[in-house]
């Protein structure tokens, strides 16, 4: 509240910090937004493990859709890196389908320009060249190679970078990634090895010469870009600012939304909340902590001043 706080975006579900800093932000009359970057599915046993416990520590395990139920009904906001993940999430947390926005990620596009001469390599030159890195670095308690790492991308940046990069991109067809680049920039495979093989073969044979690798880059600079991204958080914040906050009674009816038989310790937990930063308030009024003025710079002056950084 001293840096003048009005609004608390938090990301991740699988976050404790994240789940409980929208909780207490609707208790002290923040405006919240949540982000989420992650597929749960719904057909595989691992998925279904991880969308139902939640484990803190090995010893306490707690239906995982309940948390989200408990702790987002209060979020004014929310937002997802793809449709694919909007339509998982709505389905995992009951959440509004009107205050769940999409806003795909980005890509610094002058960090992957195309280098022709960069591109004979394999994967075991790529490999040496890594752990040489490391070992110069002395890096050995803080970089662990994993090699290969099943998941499901709900948006994969990865492939922007190599289209960035000038590549003709093969990725199997999960999640998002089928929203990330047009069908001419990317070929599809089932998560299978024949079918990688079989996309792979026909990328090598039938794209790789006739791709043109600074079009790619140039098309990927126009379809992405982090001021985007930045533009359409602020969009959504400008919406969230003008939303009424929740009182205590609104908020207690949206607890009611979690899993009946902990519906009541929800409500318990947010009342005892609720009186918590009453009695900070009555030890520490908000009106007497003073508030960090807004650094509000002249246009002219910040002109002058990107003038000189460039």
Known sequence: MVDGIKIVHAHQATSTMANEAVTYACEMGLASVYTDHSLFGFDDIA????NRLYSVDGFLLIPWWIVLKSTLPTVVAAICVSHTCRDNFILRAH???????????????????????RRKTNRREQKLSSEEMVERERLHDRVEFLGYVPHTESFCIA????????????STNVGGVSEVLPPEMIHHADP????LVESLSCAISGKIDSTDPFEFH?????????QRVAGETVTVYDRVIARPRLSLSQRLVRYKTAFSGVCGVVCLLGITLHFVVFLVELWQPQNLIDVVPDLCIDK??????????S
């Open 47 to 50: 998925s279904i493990i991880l």
């Open 218 to 226: 140039r098309r990927v600079s126009q379809m992405y870009s982090w």
């Open 95 to 117: 959440m509004l389908p009107s205050i769940v926005h999409v806003i795909p990620n980005a890509v610094h596009t002058s960090k992957f320009i195309p280098d022709l001469s």
């Open 300 to 309: 002219d002056q910040k002109h002058s001043n990107d003038n000189k950084n």
């Open 192 to 195: 299978n090895v024949d079918s």
């Open 159 to 170: 492939i922007l970078e190599a289209a960035s990069a000038g590549l003709f991109v093969v």
